[in-house]
């Protein structure tokens, strides 16, 4: 539906550019923005103050500029793969619709973005989003030479959880260190069950997977990194000092990442992609929670 009306409503020069940054396909962005936001309420929680609304926009805006820079990057660098897969052959750079060149200028001018908006923040915070693009550099070269480039999206797309603690707390702790990994868990196993679409074609390209890697075993592959992450969160909600509204958004987290694996289906990339859209609804179920514990240091 988003995508449809982007595509009804968006001059048809600039819609390659939309397409580009993934703006036609919010969730990418949404799962990005998530670990930031749970970071951000959760050291609220722990500093015992209100959530910082500011801070949620701020994070907000930064998650779209950047997911849009780092989809951009992805397609210059994979511009000749994405040939040899079906799902990706139409996208803007391979089809011919934007330029190798135009797809730089577009880069530059979005990480622009994403740059001023880490100026807002405390100098650890800038440090910090700063080191997070060797990450961001490095990923899409992971999927030619390791069967786990899942776990360097996960270090990559989880970045936000140490960030959004440090930007209100101006210090590190055990808490985000502990939901910074229980979100790569949450990012390797949505990013497994994404990757359902492509194994056939990934297979003749030569591109690796941990889709690829579990095979029959991907069911029981995807639930270990999800118990994975949901124990990881519990100890961060734990030392963080969350209430009881985290802990009931934790067992609605963990119930919907179940529900996922029972769905998964390896034949059928439409459930695939259906299950990881759905990671967005998991990801607000958690935030909710521990939001809600922060509006009740200012209620209470």
Same mark, same amino acid.
Not at 61 to 77: E, H, K, L, P
Not at 176 to 186: R, T
């Given at each position: 539906?988003?995508?449809?009306?982007?595509?009804?409503?968006?001059?048809? @020069?600039?819609?390659?550019?939309?397409?580009?940054?993934?703006?036609? !396909?919010?969730?990418?962005?949404?799962?990005?923005?998530?670990?930031?936001?749970?970071?951000?309420?959760?050291?609220?929680?722990?500093?015992? @103050?209100?959530?910082?609304?500011?801070?949620?926009?701020?994070?907000?805006?930064?998650?779209?500029?950047?997911?849009?820079?780092?989809?951009?990057?992805?397609?210059?660098?994979? !511009?000749?793969?994405?040939?040899?897969?079906?799902?990706?052959?139409?996208?803007?750079?391979?089809?011919?619709?934007?330029?190798?060149?135009?797809?730089?200028?577009?880069?530059?001018?979005?990480?622009?973005?994403?740059?001023?908006?880490?100026?807002?923040?405390?100098?650890?915070?800038?440090?910090?989003?700063?080191? /997070?693009?060797?990450?961001?550099?490095?990923?899409?070269?992971?999927?030619?030479?390791?069967?786990?480039?899942?776990?360097?999206?996960?270090?990559?797309? /989880?970045?936000?959880?140490? +960030?959004?603690?440090?930007?209100?707390?101006?210090?590190?702790?055990?808490?985000?260190?502990?939901?910074?990994?229980?979100?790569?868990?949450?990012?390797?196993?949505?990013?497994?069950?994404?990757?359902?679409?492509?194994?056939?074609?990934?297979?003749?390209?030569?591109?690796?997977?941990?889709?690829?890697?579990?095979?029959?075993?991907?069911?029981?592959?995807?639930?270990?990194?999800?118990?994975?992450?949901?124990?990881?969160?519990?100890?961060?909600?734990?030392?963080?000092?969350?209430?009881?509204?985290?802990?009931?958004?934790?067992?609605?987290?963990?119930?919907?990442?179940?529900?996922? +694996?029972?769905?998964? *289906?390896?034949?059928?990339?439409?459930?695939?992609?259906?299950?990881?859209?759905? *990671?967005? *609804?998991?990801?607000?179920?958690?935030?909710?929670?521990?939001?809600?514990?922060?509006?009740?240091?200012?209620?209470?």
């Amino acid at each position: 539906m988003y995508g449809g009306l982007i595509e009804r409503y968006v001059p048809e @020069q600039f819609l390659p550019y939309v397409q580009l940054a993934r703006i036609d !396909r919010p969730v990418g962005w949404w799962l990005l923005l998530l670990p930031c936001w749970w970071s951000s309420a959760l050291a609220a929680v722990s500093a015992g @103050q209100g959530p910082h609304l500011g801070h949620l926009l701020l994070f907000l805006i930064g998650a779209i500029a950047m997911r849009g820079a780092g989809s951009t990057f992805n397609d210059i660098v994979d !511009r000749k793969l994405d040939l040899a897969v079906e799902r990706t052959r139409g996208r803007p750079i391979p089809s011919g619709r934007v330029s190798p060149f135009a797809a730089v200028v577009f880069l530059v001018l979005q990480a622009l973005i994403g740059f001023f908006v880490l100026l807002m923040f405390n100098a650890l915070t800038i440090w910090m989003g700063i080191v /997070s693009l060797v990450l961001v550099a490095i990923y899409p070269f992971m999927k030619r030479i390791t069967s786990w480039p899942q776990a360097v999206l996960g270090l990559a797309f /989880s970045w936000g959880a140490l +960030v959004g603690w440090t930007a209100l707390q101006d210090s590190l702790g055990v808490a985000p260190v502990l939901l910074y990994a229980g979100a790569i868990f949450w990012t390797m196993g949505y990013d497994t069950i994404y990757a359902l679409q492509d194994v056939r074609d990934d297979s003749i390209a030569g591109i690796k997977s941990t889709a690829r890697l579990f095979g029959e075993n991907v069911k029981s592959g995807v639930a270990k990194l999800y118990a994975a992450s949901v124990v990881l969160i519990t100890l961060a909600l734990w030392l963080g000092h969350a209430h009881i509204f985290a802990y009931v958004s934790g067992v609605g987290f963990a119930a919907h990442l179940i529900w996922q +694996v029972r769905k998964i *289906n390896p034949a059928s990339p439409k459930i695939a992609l259906v299950l990881f859209r759905s *990671n967005r *609804n998991a990801g607000l179920i958690l935030f909710a929670g521990i939001f809600a514990d922060a509006l009740t240091n200012v209620l209470a």
